[in-house]
T-cell receptor
């Protein structure tokens, strides 16, 4: 299995809702990442987990809450989002070293109404 | 500061013509360099990567890139473009250690004309 699987592919949520994005990989990668991408822009790093521990938090608002329950799974919990949070949310994973690149999922298209 | 510059925001190439997308980087340590492609609404697909050895690297879909340390460049090339190559292309730089974030350039939009 050489994929990063993200669910759901599309999500519409209201500003008072609570929802979660899920990311899964079975490649044995020990680093996992959340990126946010707005239209016509490059991905922006949100969080990095290394060996299931949060290692980087790029000053992301607390309405985004990451969780790494095990080495294969990464969640992003969403609460009280704003319309400007609408974007493509990409998950990625990498080996213990960067030699083999970063594998990206196909993303979750989030719309906040 | 670490950065990646893609000077061309949008390039249009005729089908069958050659392509070169430019990428310049600024990175304090030994860079790990990547090119990714993204079709509309899709995730990022790795085209190729460089971290050591031969400075000319081959990737998928007929793409290649050349690392030039003296010019801090990692330009992407393809000898003959196909209409299906129309997409957004991102150059990125990272470090050796796991958990180090990729730094992306702003991207180049490739259009292919018939």
């Amino acid at each position: 299995d050489t994929e990063v699987t993200q669910t759901p592919k599309h999500l519409v949520m209201g500003m008072t809702n609570k929802k979660s994005l899920k990311c899964e990989q079975h490649m044995g990668h020990r680093a996992m990442y959340w990126y946010k991408q707005k239209a016509k822009k490059p991905p922006e790093l949100m969080f990095v987990y290394s060996y299931e521990k949060l290692s980087i938090n790029e000053s992301v608002p607390s309405r985004f809450s990451p969780e790494c329950p095990n080495s294969s799974l990464l969640n992003l919990h969403l609460h009280a989002l704003q319309p400007e949070d609408s974007a493509l949310y990409l998950c990625a994973s990498s080996q213990a070293t960067a030699n083999y690149g970063y594998t990206f999922g196909s993303g979750t298209r989030l719309t906040v109404v | 500061a670490q950065s990646v510059t893609q000077p061309d925001i949008h390039i249009t190439v005729s089908e069958g013509a050659s392509l070169e997308l430019r990428c310049n980087y600024s990175y304090g340590a030994t860079p790990y360099l990547f090119w990714y492609v993204q079709s509309p609404g899709q995730g990022l697909q790795l085209l190729l990567k460089y971290f050591s050895g031969d400075t000319l690297v081959q990737g998928i879909k007929g793409f290649e890139a050349e690392f030039k340390r003296s010019q801090s460049s990692f330009n992407l090339r393809k000898p003959s473009v196909h209409w299906s190559d129309a997409a957004e292309y991102f150059c990125a730089v990272g470090a050796y250690q796991a958990g180090t974030a990729l730094i992306f350039g702003k991207g180049t939009t490739l259009s292919v004309s018939s």
